[in-house]
C-alpha cells in the first residue's frame, strides 16, 4: 500500500475578505488537495448596489476551485454535504458565520482557523483595528483549534511581529495575512504528523474586540492626543476617523502629536490652538497636528491648504 502523504489529505478551505486570500494560496500553490472552497454568499456594494464577488470566491474562480457560498454553513444541505465529502481538515480564516460542534466535528482532523492576533488577547471580529487603537506594539496570528466558543479552543500555533508606531490598521493588516499563510504551510505538515502540543487558552488572560461600525470613529477631544492618534491609525481604512468642524463633517486620515509640558495649556479640548501650518488642536492631554483631511462632499487633502481660513479658538467636535 502507497503510504498517504501529507499532501494527500482533502481540505476545504472557508474564508471570505481579502485576508484569508494569501492563505489560500499559499495552500494552492503548496499542492495541498483543495477539494472546495466555501465563502459567504456575495452581497451588494457601494452606493450603486453592485453586487460583486467576495475575494475569495473571486480567487476560487481565478483557479477554477469547486466553490460554495451557502447562506448558512449549519444548514442541513451543507452538513450533509459535508458527510459524503470524506473532508480530514477544515481550515477558516475570516469566514464571517459561527460554526457550530455538529460541522466543526466533521473533519477527521476536525478545523482550525487562523485568527489575526495572539490568542486569548483579542477574540472576536476586529483583533486588528483593536490592537492599533489600543495602542499595542505587539500582535501576530494563532492558529487554533476550533471549538463552539468565540476564539476559545486551543492554541495551535503563534507567530508574533511588531507593530510600527505610524503602522495603519489596514497595512497591519496586509502584513498579518502575509503572516498567517506563512504559519499555515509552516504548521500544516506537523500538524498532519502529530507533532504539535494543544495549548488550552487562559480564560482570565482573554480580552475581546469591540464591534466595530461607523461611528467607532469619531473622535472625542478629552482624550489624550496619543489616544486620539491610535483611532486614526487603528480606524483606517474603514471605517475612518471623523470629527466635526465648521458646521461639517469632517474626516480625519493622518495626524502626529504634539507633547505639552503639564499644565501649560489655556484652551479647552476640541480648540484650535494653531491655524497657520495646518490644525493644531488641543486635547485631553497634549496636543494634535491634523494633517490629512476630508469635508464631507470635498476631496482629500493638506489641512495646511485651509487652515488659514480659520481661527484660534475654533471648535471641533459635536456642537452642544
Known amino acids: 500500500m502507497v503510504k498517504k502523504t501529507i499532501k494527500d489529505f482533502k481540505i476545504i ?40 464577488d467576495t475575494p475569495i470566491a473571486k480567487f476560487a474562480k481565478s483557479k477554477k476551485l469547486d466553490l460554495l457560498q451557502p447562506e448558512s454553513i449549519n444548514s442541513t444541505e451543507m452538513k450533509e454535504y459535508l458527510l459524503h465529502s470524506e473532508v480530514d481538515l477544515i481550515i477558516t480564516a475570516a469566514y464571517g458565520q459561527i460554526v457550530k460542534e455538529e ?16 490568542l486569548p488577547k483579542y477574540r472576536g471580529a476586529a483583533p486588528i483595528n483593536a490592537a492599533v487603537i489600543n495602542g499595542e506594539t505587539e500582535t501576530g496570528v494563532t492558529i487554533m483549534q476550533m471549538d463552539k466558543g468565540m476564539d476559545t479552543g486551543d492554541i495551535l500555533f503563534q ?21 498567517a499563510a506563512d504559519s499555515l504551510i509552516d504548521f500544516l505538515p506537523e500538524f498532519f504528523e502529530g507533532k504539535y502540543t494543544p495549548l488550552k487558552q487562559d480564560p482570565e488572560l482573554a480580552t475581546y474586540t469591540m464591534k466595530m461600525d461607523r461611528n467607532t ?73 491634523i494633517l490629512e483631511i476630508q469635508f464631507a462632499s470635498g476631496k482629500k487633502m493638506d489641512s495646511k491648504i485651509c487652515s488659514h481660513n480659520y481661527n484660534e479658538r475654533q471648535k471641533f467636535g459635536r456642537l452642544e
Open 13 to 52: 478551505f472557508m474564508g471570505t475578505p481579502d485576508f484569508a486570500v494569501p492563505a489560500l494560496n499559499a495552500l494552492f500553490n503548496a499542492n495541498y488537495q483543495i477539494i472546495n472552497i466555501i465563502s459567504q454568499p456575495n452581497h451588494a456594494k457601494g452606493r450603486k448596489q453592485i453586487i460583486s
Open 103 to 118: 460541522i466543526l466535528s466533521i473533519p477527521k482532523f476536525g478545523c482550525i482557523n487562523l485568527h489575526a492576533s495572539l
Open 159 to 179: 507567530k508574533s511581529t511588531m507593530i510600527d508606531k505610524n503602522e495603519t490598521a489596514g497595512e497591519l493588516f496586509d502584513r498579518l495575512a502575509l503572516l
Open 217 to 289: 470613529g469619531e473622535i472625542d477631544w478629552h482624550k489624550s492626543a496619543t489616544e486620539i492618534f491610535n483611532l486614526i491609525r487603528g480606524t483606517q481604512p474603514w471605517p475612518g476617523a471623523f470629527t466635526y468642524f465648521d458646521h461639517k463633517r469632517l474626516k480625519v486620515f493622518s495626524a502626529e502629536v504634539i507633547a505639552q509640558e503639564e499644565n501649560t495649556s489655556s484652551f479647552e479640548p476640541g480648540e484650535l490652538i494653531n491655524c497657520e501650518d495646518g490644525f493644531t488642536v488641543q486635547c485631553g492631554k497634549d496636543t494634535l497636528h
